[in-house]
């Protein structure tokens, strides 16, 4: 079975979800061209979730995903935690703001309670990072007829998804934008390139395997097809289409050469993400072990980043975004989706 | 003009030099198989290179590629040199030598004295890593009729390598195994997979791009080629050659699945470079900040070396590596040269 078969979409390409910088639009114009919209959901209420799926469902019949996060959610650690803050003292002094001039972030992983608000729309497909949910909860959406995908970063994880019963693996090599899915490791020297990373995991598995990281155009989606890939999954190359939700300075900065220098970084959640080389990661260093478990470590910033973003800056911002920018168009996504197959 | 018409190969396909691990005898295997071999000379005396360049024009009358690093050579440093011995001191102390028991490694640039030996043989082509020589040696390989060619780490260093007068560029994506050609920067974040790396440098350059990093076996080959290579430069997949001189330990590395596991070093020669996970890198963490300038670090290691590689032991033995090895077999060098274009 292709995995077009699989998912039941025309291309084979897979919209990456990118929470924070897209909703129920973006999905939408890709599943109407002909590949795989997601819906990234982490950063969304239940009800917030339960609104984009139902426009979704209002402007597409064509199949689309969910995806969600499956982190444990740490207990807070008060010392970790003051540490922290002392360390961006300097930056609430500079832009004379109090840490809680901004409400948090919240980013939360699957749970029962969204499984709830899920099961009525039976997605055709859904999408884990971070692993997978809890046995129970993993059970009960492929009970209603969704596809699961989940990303591996490592030949073992990719193993591991495949015994617990992916029905396809997105294989996320180190150039990929946005958070690492890596869960079996916290060792950063185990995330490989897409063009080692993709081969090993295809040769690995048996389930179909859906190359992402560094895919940008029609070129890298044929490159990722010679190397086996079933599929593709591409997401900064989405970032500055019009119906992607991608910030001023987020955009600005994709725009820029400033996007050819990415990093690893664990400063804006915790957990390692790649994005724009910017000022808090040149001042810190772009994985700081001060910063917070994921996904806390944004609390605190998030009061830096809404007053510098209210001033047109970026220095405090997570600028998602994979080592290879050069797909970055404003164009229609669904334009983009088609070029992608050319 | 093809990349196979300006190297006078038949094959777009470069063997990588591989300093320390393979002398004449593989890259005359290569030449007369229809690739291009390389003699990496950066550990070779004079004397020694020009015997090994006799050694190929006896056994080939096909194009063959000369590699040099081109380095500055550093000042020592006593205060640098001394906290780094007092690191290794408790593994001389475990092994019970000496830090004199083992000549150091040396690893020399490319000089005039170096050009004046080559000149005789004029090689069809010559690559260098770590940037380009002086001008006025640049001048002198080329006007004898030389090909050059030289390893770009980032977009920038291919641009500054197209101005210099290269004939090709040889992108080096971070899965690459041993070092990384880095030259214009020291900041390891700049470092992109082979999928992000090569698009962008085929294209902001109007002379031939030559993939590196992560190309294991043809459909590597395919892929490199759809992202718009000219041809390919391999070195992993050769090293369990018969002609290849990878040391007993190396070979027993990467054969076992500890070959998975890679990480870019400096702990063995002061400049970063991709091996095998092993016990030095493990305990010191792969970038320590101790070692040496490049190439002073693995002075103080040669010793350490010697006696745990004499227990079968490759505890502080550069295990060079790039992140996919699963295209190293143990079959002749023209064999796994012809499988590449298959």
Redesign the interface.
């Known amino acids: 079975m292709t995995l077009q078969e699989l998912l039941g979409v025309e291309f084979p390409i897979i919209q990456a979800p990118m929470a924070g910088s897209q909703g129920s639009e973006l999905a939408i114009a890709v599943c109407n061209a002909g590949g795989l919209g997601s819906l990234p959901c982490a950063m969304l209420s239940l009800d917030a979730m339960q609104t984009e799926l139902w426009a979704i469902r209002a402007k597409t019949d064509k199949p689309f995903n969910v995806n969600f996060f499956c982190h444990t959610t740490p207990e807070p650690d008060a010392r970790r935690e003051a540490v922290w803050r002392k360390l961006l003292q300097p930056y609430y002094e500079e832009l004379g703001i109090a840490p809680g001039d901004a409400p948090a972030p919240s980013r939360a992983p699957f749970s029962a309670a969204a499984a709830d608000r899920l099961e009525s729309f039976k997605p055709a497909v859904v999408s884990f990072h971070f692993g997978l949910p809890a046995a129970d909860l993993l059970k009960r959406v492929k009970g209603w007829g969704s596809k699961v995908l989940a990303s591996a970063t490592?030949?073992a994880e990719a193993l591991w998804l495949e015994r617990a019963g992916v029905d396809a693996i997105i294989a996320q090599?180190?150039?990929a934008g946005g958070h690492r899915g890596i869960f079996l490791s916290e060792d950063l020297?185990?995330q490989?390139?897409?063009?080692?990373?993709l081969?090993?995991i295809v040769?690995a598995v048996r389930v179909p395997v859906i190359a992402a990281?560094?895919?940008?155009?029609a070129?890298?989606v044929?490159?990722?097809l010679?190397?086996?890939a079933s599929g593709v999954q591409v997401g900064t190359s989405y970032l500055l289409c019009p119906e992607a939700k991608t910030g001023a300075v987020h955009r600005a900065a994709l725009r820029s050469d400033r996007a050819?220098?990415?990093?690893?970084t664990n400063l804006f959640s915790g957990r390692p993400a790649r994005g724009v080389?910017n000022r808090l990661m040149q001042d810190l260093g772009?994985i700081n072990t001060a910063a917070p478990a994921f996904p806390l470590a944004g609390g605190a910033l998030a009061a830096l980043r809404k007053k510098a973003e209210s001033l047109g800056k970026d220095d405090f911002s997570s600028l998602w975004c994979?080592?290879?920018a050069?797909g970055c168009r404003e164009i229609p996504a669904a334009a983009l989706t088609r070029e992608l197959m050319k």
Do not use: C, K, S, W
């Open positions: 490592t030949v090599g180190v150039e020297t185990t490989a390139g897409t063009f080692a990373l081969p090993q040769r990281g560094g895919i940008a155009d070129r890298g044929a490159a990722a010679a190397l086996g050819a220098h990415t990093a690893l080389m772009p994979g080592q290879n050069g």
